[in-house]
């Protein structure tokens, strides 16, 4: 699965999020900023970030994601 199509994912799940990809097929992270983390733990922010990813995550499309989360 390309970087790309994790981006657009998260940005679909996660409507006016900024999403900033980083790696590639083997180490894929993203830095994660949305207005909708606000007051949530960082365990709630990366869920619904997982979230945005779980059927790719699911069928083993996407093995592995760094996630690094800030709200705005």
Do not use: N
């Not at 990809?21 to 606000?38: E, I, L, S």
């Not at 059927?55 to 760094?66: G, P, R, T």
């Amino acid at each position: 699965m390309e970087i790309e199509q994790v981006k657009q994912l998260i940005e679909a799940g996660l409507p006016g999020a900024l999403v900033e990809p980083d790696g590639d097929g083997c180490q894929m992270g993203v830095v994660v900023t949305y207005a909708g983390f606000a007051g949530k733990t960082l365990i709630q922010q990366h869920r619904m970030v997982m979230e945005t990813v779980k059927a790719q995550v699911a069928s083993e499309e996407l093995h592995a994601l760094s996630i690094k989360t800030k709200a705005e």
